[in-house]
């Protein structure tokens, strides 16, 4: 093992794959091959979550970025989650289509990309995906950036694999009432409105900016971005390698952490699918599969 | 609808499907790349118009055990073998390859010996490939490095 993880800190892509897969699978346990490096950092960061309604551009600002990043000599590496079938389990990973980066003789020793599946985790982001960032990090990767599944406006679990939080918006995103609402735009570190060459980019900035007034001071930047033209890239490059974490986010984190956690609990339980195929069949209802999946885990537990 | 049974594997097959030189044509690879999604597998994308060094560092990246080839411009019998000799060179000699598109009878031996498991032509059921893709991955010596005569008898 311990040679393998020397050919992949040593920079071997193919074998640092491999044992992604591996940790991805669960069959290899990144608190037994590194050391412990939970610990919250709010000067830097290294982890970066990308997030965002479907079909706001996520995929092409990423790309934008990582060209820059790379081109000033970073290392960055993306995970880049898609959702899998709930029905079959299959997923189509799409991401690398529109990605440049990686097809740059230039810069692309400095980029590497990998397409995640959900798999079995409800929400967003699977929580495998911090383990996986963090053996990244000690393969040497400088900057890791995850991009969530297209997500609405509630969906968090990417408060619990992340660094930092960008929020990506599109223009003309609903009236000023949309910018009002609670969720994921409270916990962002920092907001890019993409598309700022279409008509009504300008407008949803500027309601986003009013509505964070009313926070004070710790409100994040707002800042107008095309990850197709160009618009605003080199600015929003800046801004986010130096972006503090605007500290509002640890309660949300924790408590994403802890229920992720939980979840994740059920979904590896033995009988997991045993248990979904008995509800689908209606052998049990949801208190007694409840029952099944956490009084066993329990019972192991003590 | 009626219910469907969970048949959700422990661990999908991660499966490259990649289209190299310029034919701007990508409905088959879509069609394939459903099918197998469909069937349980995680299949990566990378879009129209890959070179060969482009596709091996794709498949190499995202570790996948498979790597479908499309291509409809007539230059598979330039563009594949030279994908395989790349993915052998990059030590991914244990990748399984397979190829479809307007492939004529008589160019598909050169394209098994260079260790392309399977072509399949137009009107290919998509079972038939996802039996192949179940066949092929219970074997271990059907890599594109590896020594095996063995390919599939497509039906078309």
């Known amino acids: 093992m311990s040679d393998k993880l020397q050919q992949a800190i040593s920079g071997d892509r193919r074998v640092m794959a491999r044992l992604l897969s591996q940790i991805e699978n669960g069959d290899l346990l990144v608190s037994e091959v590194l050391p412990d490096n939970q610990s919250i950092e709010y000067n830097s960061w290294s982890t970066m979550a990308i997030t965002g309604a479907p079909g706001v551009g996520k995929s092409v600002l990423v790309d934008a970025l990582m060209n820059q990043w790379a081109g000033q000599g970073l290392r960055v590496a993306l995970l880049a989650v898609d959702p899998s079938s709930p029905r079959t389990g299959g997923a189509l990973l799409g991401d690398r289509v529109r990605m440049s980066s990686v097809d740059n003789p230039n810069i692309n020793e400095r980029v590497y990309v990998r397409s995640i599946a959900t798999r079995s985790s409800s929400g967003s982001v699977p929580l495998i995906v911090e383990d996986m960032a963090a053996f990244l990090i000690a393969c040497g990767w400088e900057r890791i950036l995850i991009e969530t599944v297209g997500s609405g406006q509630a969906e968090l679990r990417c408060a619990a694999v992340a660094d930092r939080i960008?929020?990506?918006?599109?223009?003309?995103?609903?009236?000023?009432?949309?910018?009002?609402?609670?969720?994921?735009?409270?916990?962002?570190?920092?907001?890019?409105?993409?598309?700022?060459?279409?008509?009504?980019?300008?407008?949803?900035?500027?309601?986003?900016?009013?509505?964070?007034?009313?926070?004070?001071?710790?409100?994040?930047?707002?800042?107008?971005?095309?990850?197709?033209k160009g618009i605003g890239i080199e600015e929003a490059a800046v801004a986010l390698l130096e972006l503090p974490s605007s500290g509002r986010a640890l309660r949300a984190r924790m408590r994403e952490r802890l229920l992720g956690q939980h979840e994740r609990r059920l979904v590896l339980h033995p009988s997991y699918n045993e248990v979904l195929n008995g509800l689908c069949e209606g052998t049990f209802d949801i208190d007694e599969a409840l029952k099944q999946l956490q009084g066993e885990e329990n019972e192991r537990a003590s | 609808m009626g219910w469907v049974p969970c048949r959700i594997m422990e661990q999908p097959l991660r499966i490259v499907v990649a289209k190299p030189g310029l034919d701007g044509h990508d409905r088959g690879a879509k069609v394939v790349a459903r099918a197998l999604r469909d069937a349980g597998h995680e299949v990566i994308y990378t879009g129209l118009r890959r070179t060969s060094q482009q596709i091996v560092d794709a498949v190499r990246d995202e570790d996948a055990r498979f790597l479908g080839l499309s291509s409809l411009s007539g230059a598979h019998a330039h563009l594949f073998p030279q994908v395989c000799q790349k993915l052998v060179e990059a030590g991914l000699d244990d990748v399984i390859v397979f190829g479809g598109g307007i492939i004529p009878q008589e160019d598909r031996p050169a394209l098994h010996q260079a260790g392309i498991r399977a072509v399949f032509g137009p009107g290919t059921p998509t079972s038939e490939i996802l039996e192949f893709i179940q066949q092929a991955s219970v074997k271990n010596d059907s890599g594109v490095g590896q020594e095996s005569d063995w390919y599939w008898e497509s039906s078309a």
Request: charged share 30%; proline share 3%; glycine share 12%.
């Open chain 1, 166 to 228: 960008v929020v990506v918006e599109g223009p003309a995103r609903g009236d000023g009432v949309q910018a009002e609402k609670a969720g994921l735009l409270e916990l962002a570190d920092i907001v890019l409105v993409n598309k700022a060459d279409l008509d009504g980019a300008e407008r949803h900035a500027g309601e986003l900016r009013e509505s964070y007034a009313l926070d004070g001071e710790d409100a994040p930047d707002v800042l107008l971005t095309s990850g197709l």
